[in-house]
């Protein structure tokens, strides 16, 4: 099992920027996917954008041209550049890894950062 720890969640202002890491306990080396989701009050967890093995990056279209999807392989870290926050953009943000251990499918989660867009 692989630890995922997120941070910089916080308040900010509609038209802010946040920028979300998730660090992993260890290398993943089977990797499939490591994404980012959220949930807001209420609602069910929503992805919000992905990055494969092969770099390949998917957006919800309600992030798209606002949020950017990374990795730093060498620090076995995920980021969520989030520019031009909206209200609407509320809620706990989870990072996720897909991987494979040898014959095993595997989906690991983090425990979650706050993301408030708000005067």
């Known amino acids: 099992q692989v630890q995922l720890v997120e941070s910089g969640g916080g308040l900010v202002q509609p038209g802010g920027s946040l920028r979300l890491s998730c660090a992993a306990s260890?290398?993943?080396?089977?990797?499939?996917?490591m994404g980012w989701y959220r949930q807001a009050p209420g609602k069910q967890r929503e992805l919000v954008a992905t990055?494969?093995?092969?770099?390949?990056?998917y957006y919800v279209d309600s992030v798209k041209g606002r949020f950017t999807i990374s990795t730093d392989n060498a620090k076995n870290t995920v980021y969520l550049q989030m520019n031009s926050l909206k209200p609407e953009d509320t809620a706990v943000y989870y990072c996720?890894?897909?991987?494979?251990?040898?014959?095993?499918?595997?989906?690991?989660w983090g425990q979650g950062t706050q993301v408030t867009v708000s005067t």
């Open positions: 260890k290398s993943i080396f089977s990797i499939i996917a």
């Open positions: 990055i494969s093995s092969g770099s390949r990056k």
């Open positions: 996720n890894a897909q991987y494979y251990s040898g014959p095993q499918y595997l989906s690991d």
